[in-house]
């Protein structure tokens, strides 16, 4: 008896997307970012699918996610990019996991902690290029590169990497993405004259590894499309195929009256006697409550909109008086969003009628919703 509700995980999709995306820079290697429990799919496994499809580096945010692979014994090198104050640096120099620097403070913060370790710290400067969120703005970049020379001729570091992060290449020719190149471009020979010879030069997130190959260096760093979900959401031909299929049993199927006002706050009234359905999956597992009255949902052979307001633990589907309502039953399968060859719609569906993009659609996916993991890869 398979769960109740769950997010079907394609391994065999992670595997070939990241194949695909092998394609799209086939000069470079592929880091697969699997930062926020893999973007909602499960960090372990996606990570393991991601390997297999020819990734030969791993990227997450924090060192505890970075940790965690290590402890599932995935060696593969792997950068964490976001180090606050109090992040635990000693134990992952101690593990070999690399480390994102953009700030001075923690080229000294890494210095110390490797001297502790009694061994290098593998590092990747990271330069603020135009994104104004992380990394090292253009003027404290030659202060950290020659601080981080230093370290790596003391022997303490090894400047491993240099690396930036796009503002707005999920619109392609926006006329930042020729300025961040610019600039890039510009911190590498700082670095080149300062004596770093960096192993991998890394600019690229999904939606430049896909539309633009002078981003691609050595390295490229997608995480969304390996998941199947295309940053430019009418990019055609990408070749990707979404991995995570939310679906749920119905709970209960029932006819009600016109005029009946369906769910908290009555947003919902029905124009006829009708048949509603009830889904158990709510804003607790992570289906988000502005879903209301707007998100797609495939039951009963076709799409139907949300009627009504989401809860915590379920919404209503009106599956109206149509000969597939008819025959639908408790038990029946409504899929909230797959890979869309079924008819049923996709988290890009989703993130266009609310607003978003399909990255937070996935990963706000709570725990409580069993992840099931099919596909050969
Ligand atoms: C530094 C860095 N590189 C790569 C990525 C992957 O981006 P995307 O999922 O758009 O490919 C992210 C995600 O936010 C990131 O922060």
Redesign the pocket.
């Known amino acids: 008896m398979p769960p109740f509700a769950e997010a079907r995980v394609d391994l065999g999709a992670i595997s070939e997307n990241i194949a695909v995306l092998r394609r799209h820079a086939p000069a470079s290697q592929v880091m697969g970012?699997v930062k926020a429990d893999g973007y909602g799919h499960g960090m372990l496994p996606a990570a393991r699918a991601m390997l297999a499809g020819g990734a030969t580096w791993l990227?997450t945010a924090f060192i505890e996610e970075a940790m965690e692979l290590r402890r599932a014994g995935i060696d593969t090198r792997t950068v964490a990019?976001i180090l606050p104050p109090g992040a635990p640096l000693t134990e992952a120099i101690d593990a070999g996991i690399d480390l994102g620097v953009s700030a001075l403070w923690l080229v000294e913060s890494i210095t110390a902690a490797a001297r502790e370790t009694g061994r290098p710290a593998r590092v990747h400067l990271k330069v603020d290029t135009g994104l104004n969120r992380g990394g090292v703005v253009g003027d404290q970049w030659p202060a950290v590169v020659e601080a981080a020379a230093r370290a790596e001729a003391a022997g303490l570091l090894r400047v491993a990497g240099v690396f930036s992060?796009f503002a707005c290449s999920d619109e392609p020719g926006h006329s930042s993405i020729k300025a961040q190149l610019s600039a890039f471009h510009d911190a590498l020979e700082v670095a080149e004259r300062a004596g770093l010879r960096p192993e991998v030069r890394h600019l690229a997130?999904?939606?430049a590894t896909l539309t633009l190959p002078e981003s691609h260096f050595d390295l490229v760093?997608?995480?969304?499309?390996g998941y199947g979900l295309s940053?430019i959401p009418d990019l055609a031909g990408t070749g990707l195929r979404p991995a995570m299929t939310l679906r749920s049993a119905i709970a209960l199927v029932k006819r009600v009256p016109e005029g009946g006002g369906v769910s908290y706050g009555h947003r919902y009234v029905t124009d006829r006697s009708t048949t509603l359905a009830l889904v158990p999956l709510g804003y607790g597992d992570g289906v988000p409550r502005a879903a209301t009255n707007r998100a797609p949902v495939f039951a009963a052979g076709r799409r139907r909109t949300i009627a009504g307001t989401v809860c915590m633990d379920q919404f209503v589907l009106d599956l109206g008086d149509d000969a597939d309502a008819d025959t639908a039953e408790a038990g029946d399968y409504a899929v909230l969003f797959g890979a869309g060859e079924g008819g049923e719609p996709t988290a890009q569906d989703w993130a266009s009628v609310l607003d978003t993009i399909p990255?937070e659609i996935v990963t706000r996916i709570s725990p409580r919703v069993p992840r099931v993991y099919v596909g050969d890869w």
């Open positions: 970012v990227g990019w992060h997130n999904s939606a760093r997608p995480g969304i499309a940053p990255y």
